[in-house]
């Protein structure tokens, strides 16, 4: 008799997130109009000050479709300005590359746990990159986006493996809303409030420029009073130069 698959853990018995992303490629992106009017500013404003970088990884980016069609608040948004962007999405139909941004499809959640599938991932990142695959294996990232994508992840496991690929000096950039989303696609390890998830990027290491509701100017720091926990808010957060 064959063994049953054992099911993703922290999500419910019969959801696949692979398959769900998958069959989800056409779906229009929520909050895309909060999105352009907020999330790129932040990131124009990080670009005008030399603090965005050239090499990007959209994590959780969105597949193809909606990078082209829907919102700039991605690896399309980046094409015009020279940027170099790895859009690391489960819900890709494949890898490749399209001008300088490539869709890898791969598993956030295989970041830094040196498994098959993540050598795998590197080796074709690699690939497209013009690189080796030991100069992926080291930080390359300036900056690593995670945009509307933490309710759907074991935020602590990936935000721990993306930061092994994040420069010193380097940014990561985050739009989160708790609770806000896919309610079958949500992770059981996701963030339960905004308050948690500065803590965590503290303990990490991070240091936090900006931490503040999405309408909130770049630079920020909004205390845990006035960080209501079921709120957009925009994070930067700066890996420190050892």
């Not at 909050?31 to 959780?60: C, H, M, V, W």
């Not at 933490?150 to 989160?176: A, S």
Request: a positive charge; aromatic letters at 8%.
């Amino acid at each position: 008799m064959a063994k049953k698959p054992s099911k993703p853990k922290g999500f419910e018995e019969d959801f696949n997130p692979e398959n769900f992303w998958t069959r989800s490629w056409n779906f229009p992106r929520y909050g895309i109009s909060e999105g352009k009017r907020y999330f790129k500013p932040l990131l124009d404003t990080l670009d005008r000050q030399g603090k965005l970088g050239k090499n990007i990884i959209d994590a959780g980016g969105g597949p193809e479709i909606q990078l082209d069609v829907h919102t700039p608040v991605n690896a399309d948004y980046f094409s015009p300005l020279g940027k170099q962007v790895v859009n690391v999405d489960i819900g890709a139909s494949m890898t490749y590359k399209k001008g300088n941004k490539i869709i890898l499809k791969a598993d956030l959640s295989e970041a830094g746990s040196k498994s098959l599938k993540e050598r795998r991932a590197i080796a074709s990142a690699a690939r497209l990159l013009g690189l080796k695959k030991e100069e992926l294996k080291s930080p390359f990232a300036d900056s690593i986006i995670l945009s509307d994508i933490l309710n759907y992840v074991n935020y602590r496991e990936v935000i721990t493996g993306l930061l092994n690929y994040l420069k010193p000096g380097g940014r990561m950039i985050i739009r989160h809303c708790p609770d806000n989303g896919i309610l079958r696609a949500f992770h059981g390890l996701r963030p339960r409030g905004n308050i948690g998830l500065a803590r965590f990027l503290k303990a990490k290491g991070l240091e936090l420029e900006h931490i503040a509701h999405a309408v909130k100017k770049y630079p920020t720091i909004q205390n845990n009073t006035e960080l209501h926990n079921q709120m957009y808010i925009h994070i930067v957060a700066r890996k420190p130069i050892a």
